[in-house]
T-cell receptor, first 113, second 116 residues
Framework: AQTVTQSQPEMSVQDAETVTLSCTYD???????LFWYKQPPSRQMILVIR??????QNATENRFSVNFQKAAKSFSLKISDSQLGDTAMYFC??????????FGTGTRLKVLA | GAGVSQSPSNKVTEKGKDVELRCDPI?????LYWYRQSLGQGLEFLIY????????KSGLPSDRFSAERTGGSVSTLTIQRTQQEDSAVYLC??????????????FGPGTRLTVL
């Protein structure tokens, strides 16, 4: 069975600093997508970044980048130049060939002024 | 519309009553998902639609929960004889179907259900 593990329930970072959120997963599939979603206190879940497993190059979206290590089944999210608006719950998710998503339990990130 | 919409945004009901939660997916999205999120917790998968059919209902917690989708668009999640443990935020998401692989899901704002 596929699993997604986020081992950091809570993290904090000073604004303008860099923070890395960790995510590991387990699967026997070769083709899949990985996602990081952000859920602010307003509760709307927003896609932050997406990685296709067959691509070796790490995805980047402005201040957000991932470190995708397929062999190690690791998919961490790096937020550079953290801003107060980055305060949110962050979920790592795995999308597989069964059209089902598996979500991690989330990391609550607080950006400190 | 531009995004996934859900209604109502908040619903307060009494134990034992039935409730209906509605989801309008992004136009053209074939796949539709329902999740439940309890306070401060992760997402619990409930059901997935491909078009109007539901190939995976494995997450529905009991036979009090049912869902349907009509016209390949709007979906309704119905909870009969609500219980206090049904209190949660119910999230809907839609996506394109890329062959064999689940692609990006776009989420609605959720419905907060409170059962008194």
């Amino acid at each position: 069975a596929q699993t997604v593990t986020q081992s950091q329930p809570e993290m904090s970072v000073q604004d303008a600093e860099t923070v890395t959120l960790s995510c590991t997963y387990d699967t026997s599939e070769n083709n899949y997508y990985l996602f990081w979603y952000k859920q602010p206190p307003s509760r709307q879940m927003i896609l932050v970044i997406r990685q296709e497993a067959y691509k070796q190059q790490n995805a980047t979206e402005n201040r957000f980048s991932v470190n995708f290590q397929k062999a190690a089944k690791s998919f961490s999210l790096k937020i550079s130049d953290s801003q107060l608006g980055d305060t949110a719950m962050y979920f790592c998710a795995f999308g597989s060939g069964t059209y089902k998503y598996i979500f991690g339990t989330g990391t609550r990130l607080k950006v400190l002024a | 519309g531009a995004g996934v919409s859900q209604s109502p945004s908040n619903k307060v009901t009494e134990k034992g009553k039935d409730v209906e939660l509605r989801c309008d997916p992004i136009s053209g999205h074939t796949a539709l998902y329902w999740y439940r999120q309890s306070l401060g917790q992760g997402l619990e998968f409930l059901i997935y639609f491909q078009g109007n059919s539901a190939p995976d209902k494995s997450g529905l917690p009991s036979d009090r929960f049912s869902a349907e989708r009509t016209g390949g668009s709007v979906s309704t999640l119905t909870i009969q004889r609500t219980q206090q443990e049904d209190s949660a935020v119910y999230l809907c998401a839609s996506s394109h179907l890329v062959e064999f692989i689940a692609d990006t899901q776009y989420f609605g704002p959720g419905t907060r259900l409170t059962v008194l």
